[in-house]
């Protein structure tokens, strides 16, 4: 059986569907960006971690040498 | 003879407009809410990348919020007996009770969700836990049944500025258990104040709040008596050296006046005469009130300028006092 809609039933619905529409892209640009920002953070961490192993004192080999 | 097929149900659409999912939202109270947890999160030592607050503090307002539209859809047939609320979306019949547990069920689980992708989960875990607080063990649980339901749920509201703070660092110490504290003594007086001059409103909707419970004149001495324990706790930030000469300077002058508004509320016979609205059997604006009522309503309304300059006068010294 068919729905006929009002048109403050149409007009209802189209404003909620819009609002709707509205949310749902404002919480994908929300998802992208938190992520966005966590990759960038934790990619900075990584970049400083290799940094600081990378320029750490290497291990005295010469004390095997000098204890023979 | 073939009988007539049963009718079809058929969904009927609604005119339910966007406006009134926002008016869900409980929008006063999420305002406050967000200065609350801002502050909170603001005043927490170390720093955090400004997109990340500013999403912590949107996931904050939405999770009030969801909690807001779940206390209305579940209160919408005692809404509508109350002078007070019967203007919003459930009680007035323009949203369906359904469509407003939804929508705050999905807004809760997205908002909690946002919260640690974006933060920590340990925060996330508070923001749910604020949710269900309010939403189940206030709503469902205790608003019916003690006149101390509004002592206990004020929890509620009074999450955020933790929340604000384990978003920014991660934990929650006894400073943001400082700042809870502070809305939770201030909670009882300003929401007894509001119930002293709407009284008949509860009494109607059989809500057991302190002045229908124990009646006007045990309301006005607990107010007193809480305001007595909630100042020194509103002062005590500025005296352990979370809050600085601003800070210290605004609560105790505040907090004097906070004072001396219940001491002239509890002298008073505020409560004792059905309030103005209901004798002249009208709506009513929040602060139109019999004359007797005035230092009710006095009190509630400074309770809100007070609480506001509290977390204002933190925030303020976060950014101009180095240090603090």
Excluded at chain 1, 2 to 20: D, F, G, H
Excluded at chain 2, 168 to 176: F, L, R, V
Excluded at chain 2, 200 to 223: C, E, F, H, N, W
Aim: net charge positive; charged share 10%; aromatic share 10%.
């Amino acid at each position: 059986m068919p729905v006929y809609l009002t048109p403050e039933q149409l007009a209802a619905r189209n404003k909620r569907s819009l609002w709707i529409a509205v949310g749902l892209v404002a919480f994908i640009v929300l998802i992208f960006t938190t992520t966005f920002m966590r990759m960038q953070a934790n990619m900075t961490a990584r970049t400083a971690q290799d940094r600081a192993l990378a320029s750490a004192p290497a291990q005295p080999a010469s004390m095997a040498e000098t204890s023979n | 003879m073939t009988q007539a097929p049963a009718p079809i149900p058929v969904h009927v659409p609604s005119t339910t407009q966007p406006e009134d999912f926002f008016q869900l939202l409980k929008p006063r109270v999420m305002s406050l809410v967000v200065f609350t947890a801002a502050t909170g999160l603001v005043v927490a030592p170390g720093s955090i990348n400004p997109l990340v607050a500013a999403i912590a503090i949107l996931c904050i307002a939405v999770g009030a919020g969801a909690a807001g539209a779940l206390n209305m859809a579940i209160e919408g047939e005692t809404d509508a007996l109350m002078r007070r609320t019967r203007g919003r979306p459930v009680a007035a019949g323009r949203l369906k009770r359904n469509d407003a547990i939804a929508f705050g069920i999905v807004l809760s689980v997205f908002s909690v969700m946002l919260l640690g992708m974006n933060t920590n989960w340990f925060a996330a875990g508070l923001l749910a836990m604020t949710i269900v607080y309010y939403a189940v063990f206030y709503t469902m649980m205790l608003k019916r049944r003690t006149p101390q339901n509004i002592v206990i749920g004020g929890a509620a509201g009074a999450f955020p500025p933790v929340i604000g703070w384990a978003a920014a660092t991660g934990s929650a110490p006894w400073q943001a258990w400082l700042l809870f504290l502070i809305i939770f003594l201030w909670t009882p007086p300003h929401s007894w104040a509001l119930a002293l001059y709407s009284a008949g409103d509860y009494a109607k909707a059989g809500i057991p709040m302190m002045p229908v419970a124990k009646g006007a004149k045990s309301t006005r001495l607990q107010i007193l008596l809480y305001s007595l324990i909630f100042v020194p706790v509103a002062i005590a930030p500025g005296v352990v050296g979370m809050g600085g000469g601003i800070y210290l300077t605004v609560s105790i002058v505040g907090g004097l006046a906070f004072l001396a508004l219940a001491a002239r509320l509890w002298r008073s016979r505020a409560g004792d005469a059905p309030d103005k609205a209901e004798a002249v059997g009208r709506e009513a604006a929040l602060y139109d009130v019999r004359a007797e009522a005035k230092p009710a309503r006095n009190l509630f309304a400074f309770s809100i300028l007070y609480l506001m300059a509290l977390f204002a006068a933190l925030l303020v010294e976060s950014f101009v006092v180095p240090g603090t």
